[in-house]
Structure formats: C-alpha cells, structure tokens
C-alpha cells in the first residue's frame, strides 16, 4: 500500500510545537520528515517535564514527533548550515518557527532558498508575522493573552482563563499543514513552489469564529460566560446530582424533548422560553429552573435518557474517562509507535490511512545515517 504523502521528503526546522504537530500529522501519511535540532540540547519540549514516559522521556516531545528522524546540527557552524542546505536541496518542503529574520540570517531565508530551488514550498511559522511580532515570542500563553481568547474564557466574575491545552498552536500546526498541502497542489500543476507563512495570532483570530465575527461583522466585543453560548440557550454546563453535565441544545424541537422528559413541558410554551432568542435572553432563569430538575438524577442517568430522547448531552469527562468513552465507540484513539504509545492521527483514510512507522526519536539519532562520512 502507498501512503497519501509516500516521496515527500520534509526538513523540519521548527521546535516545540506548531511546526512539529504539522510535520507529525504529514508524516503519519508517510511523508519523510527529517527534524534538525541543535546539538545537545534539541527540541525544548524534550526538557519539558514531567510527565514523563517509563523511559524518562518527555511525554510533551513524544506527543508530536513520531514518524521523523533526527539530525544535530550546529546553524551558528559553517558545516551545520552547509549540511542544513544539503538536506534543503533534496527535500520538497521546509518548515521553520524560528524568531523572525533567523533564517535570513543564517543565509536560509525563504527568498534565496526559493530562489535556488524554484519547486520548494517554504512553510514560515511566526507567532505575530514576519516582521517584529511587537519583540513577543510566539508562545501560546501570550497569544491567548494578547490575541483575545482569553477575555472571553472563564466565569464573567472571575480572571481570564486560558484553555487547558496549547490550543493555538495546535490549531496554528492545522493551518500549517493546509497550507502545505496547497502549495504542492499547486506545485503538482505548475511547478513552481512558495512561501507558505503561517501566524499564531492570525491563526487564532479566524479560529474565534463566531466571537470574531460578532465583532467584526456586528461590533459586539464579547465577554465572559463561563461555560455559556453567547448565542444558544440551553448550551452550557449544569449540576446533576453528582457532577456536572453539558447540555447542548441547538433548537427548538430539542428543547421541547428536553423539558418533556424532565416533566417539564409547559416550558417550552412559556414566553420566555419558546425560541432560541428567548431562551438567550432570559437564560438565567431558564438556568435555575433546568438545574432544579436535572438535580433528581445523577449525571450518568441522564447522560444515557437525554440522548435516547434526541437531547444531546453528557458528562464532563477527565482525560482517563475520555479515551474510554472512545474506546467504547470502537474509535482506535491509541496506537502503538515503535512500542510507544501513542493518539492516534485524527483523520481516517479509507485507502491510505496513517502510520505509525518510528517512534519518536533520540536527539541525533540519524545524523550518521543522513550525513554519512
């Protein structure tokens, strides 16, 4: 079987990860990813614990370099940029996330290397542009700051929260990936390569979606609810008799299912409750009167009688109970990579699928083998 990506050869010059979750998620289509790193210290994320695996190893730098080899090389040594060019003219694809105006520096720069070699596509991952990003580096901390979510993350009477993940980097290394895999579409038709310039903050102002648009189509600057929908109702978390359960109700026949099984029905003829519009407008007290009933039964119960009745729900789940509720679906959401356990990559491909060729790799590990004396 040929994967998706078989003959596509990647330098990976980036760390930590954006750069390192897209080229994870190219490789698994069995592109072949070639991660530079600097010698004796390599990728930060590989001092970034714990957790740790059984090895001792980072489990942050496993989670998103499967599937590459690794090269040491010196960039501030005229043999590390010497062999770094090496590996550039025989590769289709670089991916850098270096400070902007490094790789110029280092005589690598997008201009000249596709000035060089025409049917490259050169792939920039920059936390504010190319130009200065206001002398910020692009960790995900500070665009979740500076670039809005944030302010729209946590209770509206407590701090701004940050999402529990690294989420505009991942979703910066989707972006990443996109537009790679464009660029080549186009390149397949052509010939010709390009730069592919993908930004942190950019990447999370389009993925505020709804937020952003209400601002920018509407001039409504959003703020706080919790775990509320700005524009949905009954959309958010409540108390069960045990534990929280979300409850995401997206319209009105929804929402009469759901107050007939609670024994409720004549709210959803009540005035302030009969449309969506309504239900937003008076949600807090839509909000006490649902939670009285949903407190009679445990958040399990109704977990399971919710969606039998067309009502979508369901428990807040830890991490633990989250990969057994995919395994009870039958969803492969962990794999086996070179006897490293593994997430599973998120697309299924019914005739190429992804896979799990190498485990993650030692700082170095192929210097010899890609560099030969």
């Not at 099984?261 to 003829?269: I, K, N, S, V």
Request: charged share 20%.
């Amino acid at each position: 079987m040929t994967a998706s990506l078989e003959g596509l050869r990647i330098a990976d010059f980036s760390r930590v990860l954006a750069g390192p979750y897209a080229t994870m998620l190219l490789a698994d289509l069995g592109a072949e990813v070639v991660k530079v790193e600097r010698p004796g210290a390599g990728d930060e994320t590989r001092s970034w614990r714990p957790p740790v695996d059984a090895g001792g190893t980072s489990t942050y730098f496993l989670g998103v370099n499967r599937n590459k080899r690794s090269v040491a090389l010196d960039l501030a040594t005229d043999e590390g940029r010497e062999r770094a060019r090496a590996l550039i003219a025989d590769s289709d694809v670089v991916v850098e996330n270096f400070r902007p105006g490094t790789m110029r520096r280092l005589g690598l720069g997008a201009e000249e290397l596709l000035a060089e070699h025409p049917r490259l596509v050169h792939c920039s991952i920059t936390g504010f542009g190319p130009d200065t990003g206001g002398g910020l580096p692009g960790y995900d901390l500070l665009v979740q700051a500076v670039g809005g979510l944030m302010s729209v993350t946590g209770e509206p009477d407590g701090p701004p929260v940050k999402a529990g993940v690294a989420l505009v980097d991942v979703i910066t290394g989707l972006h990443a990936s996109l537009g790679i895999l464009a660029a080549l579409r186009h390149r397949d038709r052509t010939g010709e390569g390009q730069l592919v310039e993908v930004s942190l903050l950019g990447s999370l102002l389009s993925a505020l979606v709804n937020q952003a648009s209400g601002y920018v189509a509407g001039g409504v600057v959003p703020g706080r609810l919790g775990n509320a929908h700005p524009s949905i109702a009954p959309y958010e978390t409540f108390d069960t008799a045990d534990r929280p359960l979300a409850l995401a109700v997206g319209n009105d026949r929804q929402f009469a299912a759901l107050t007939a099984l609670l024994g409720r029905p004549e709210l959803a003829d009540d005035e302030r409750f009969r449309t969506n519009p309504d239900r937003v407008a008076h949600r807090a007290e839509l909000r006490a009167l649902l939670e009285k009933e949903l407190g009679r039964q445990t958040a399990d119960h109704w977990a399971v009688v919710l969606p039998a009745a067309g009502v979508p729900a369901g428990p807040v789940n830890g991490i633990d109970e989250a990969f057994a509720y995919a395994r009870r679906l039958g969803l492969a959401a962990e794999v086996d990579a070179g006897g490293v356990r593994q997430v599973a990559h998120p697309v299924r491909l019914s005739a190429t699928p992804a896979e799990y060729r190498l485990p993650p790799p030692e700082l170095g590990e192929h210097t010899a083998e890609i560099f030969p004396v």
